[in-house]
């Protein structure tokens, strides 16, 4: 069982927006900076938002993140086919003094 | 630019230990945190702890506390992971990864499949 919940799946025809929810509580998302990660098929997994709603360097403006209260959201515009792949939000949780991920949530681009 | 190159795969024994490495270049590795996630297979990700190299201090997440001890080489730059007492539901990937700390993960090694089985 995840600290963080997050939809299991969700899925979206090309070119369309999607949402990804991640729900926690004030001993992590609510007070604490969030991060989003994606993991394609047999890879690590690789940032794609920090600090809420900031993109590393080479993150397209396609990936946005919002945070309210002890949520958190992920947006995908444009979907493309190789955006299916696995999304993992993240925090620092400071009841438990660890961080702590969401279960994941697959995208299928149909 | 900063890259984490991990060992390779290991297979053991239940009741045995395994100790991953993880080499850092590029970077000034003494100033990162350098974190430990696991993946077991189908599974979501999972942080074990992680050390601040040049303090040498590590933090675990309670569920391995007793089990899992990190430690840091400065001089070579590579951070490593143990965890002793295998058993069959230790069997995962074990990523190192930049970052903790209230940081991002930002940098992520190539993952180390480890499977415990008799």
């Known amino acids: 069982q995840s600290v963080l919940t997050q939809p299991p799946s969700v899925s979206a025809a090309p070119g369309q927006k999607v949402t990804i929810s991640c729900s926690g509580s004030s001993s992590n998302i609510g007070n604490n900076y969030v991060s989003w990660y994606q993991q394609l098929p047999g890879t690590a997994p690789k940032l794609l938002i920090y600090d809420n709603n900031k993109r590393p360097s080479g993150i397209p403006d396609r990936f946005s993140g919002s945070k309210s209260g002890t949520s958190a959201t992920l947006g995908i515009t444009g979907l493309q086919t190789g955006d299916e792949a696995d999304y993992y939000c993240g925090t620092w949780d400071s009841s438990l003094s660890a961080e702590v991920f969401g279960g994941g949530t697959k995208l299928t681009v149909l | 630019q900063v890259q984490l190159v991990q060992s390779g795969a290991e297979v053991k024994k239940p009741g045995s230990s395994v100790k991953v490495s993880c080499k850092a270049s590029g970077g000034t590795f003494s100033s990162y945190t350098i974190s430990w996630v696991r993946q077991a297979p189908g599974q979501g990700l999972e942080w074990m702890g992680r050390i601040i190299p040049i303090l040498g201090i590590a933090n675990y997440a309670q569920k391995f506390q007793g089990r899992v001890t990190i430690t840091a080489d400065k001089s070579t730059s590579t951070a490593y992971m143990e965890l002793s007492s295998l058993r069959s539901e230790d069997t995962a990937v074990y990523y190192c990864?930049?970052?903790?700390?209230?940081?991002?993960?930002?940098?992520w090694g190539q993952g180390t499949m480890v499977t415990v089985s008799s």
């Open positions: 990864a930049r970052g903790g700390s209230s940081r991002p993960f930002d940098i």
